[in-house]
């Protein structure tokens, strides 16, 4: 029985050409062959402003991209997040559509009346992919990997979403070929997996 899943493209960048495209193509492939149901939602095609006070963030309602971008998370079963570090965290414009989607009308569901607030996404599982610069162990070990941390509890576990998982791919500046279709082969792997 194939999965629902929702590929969400990090990159800041449109068009495609990085090699975050490029897993994520791998991943969808992998996914397809193996019947898998597969959305995607790249942040830099989509139209949306920054959220700029609380108000909005709680009660406004959303552009009509970002309520796309719900509903395909809605469908799901499970969300594969790909981007490159950048700065030692994701980049500003992904950061930006996560506000936007994970609003709390969207991300709590129905509260219980004792209960403020309940996990609304609960029952979905997540891959995050993180390529970058710098070697993988160095963000991990000496860097903490707190950006990643982050998104896994703060935001990805808090609305109900997990078990969470990562893969962090580095030195991609450098990367030879051989080494590159390695890592495509493995997200072709997981998407085919679906895990």
């Known amino acids: 029985m194939g999965r629902r899943i929702v590929l969400i493209q990090g990159h800041p ?24 149901e597969v959305r995607r939602v790249a942040a830099a095609e989509l139209d949306f402003p920054l959220l700029r006070d609380r108000e909005d963030f709680e ?19 499970h969300l594969v997040i790909v981007y490159p570090l950048w700065l030692g965290t994701m980049p500003a414009l992904l950061k930006a559509f996560i506000e936007q989607v994970f609003r709390p009308d ?7 009346a004792a209960t403020p607030w309940t996990r609304g996404l609960k029952g979905r599982s997540s891959r995050i992919v993180v390529t970058m610069a710098m070697p993988a162990l160095a963000y991990r070990w000496y860097f903490g990997a707190h950006s990643l941390k982050s998104l896994e509890r703060n935001i990805l576990a808090f609305v109900g979403i997990r078990p969470n998982r990562h893969m962090l791919i580095g030195l991609v500046e450098g990367i030879s070929d051989a080494r590159r279709q390695k890592w495509l082969k493995k997200l072709r792997d997981l998407g085919t997996r679906g895990r």
Do not use: M, V
């Open 106 to 112: 969207f991300a709590k569901g129905e509260a219980e």
């Open 59 to 77: 009660h406004g309602t959303p552009p009509p991209d970002i309520a796309e971008a719900q509903a395909a998370i809605a469908w799901a079963e």
């Open 13 to 36: 960048a449109r068009g495609g050409g990085h090699f975050c495209h490029a897993l994520a193509d791998a991943y969808a492939e992998g996914a397809a062959a193996a019947g898998h």
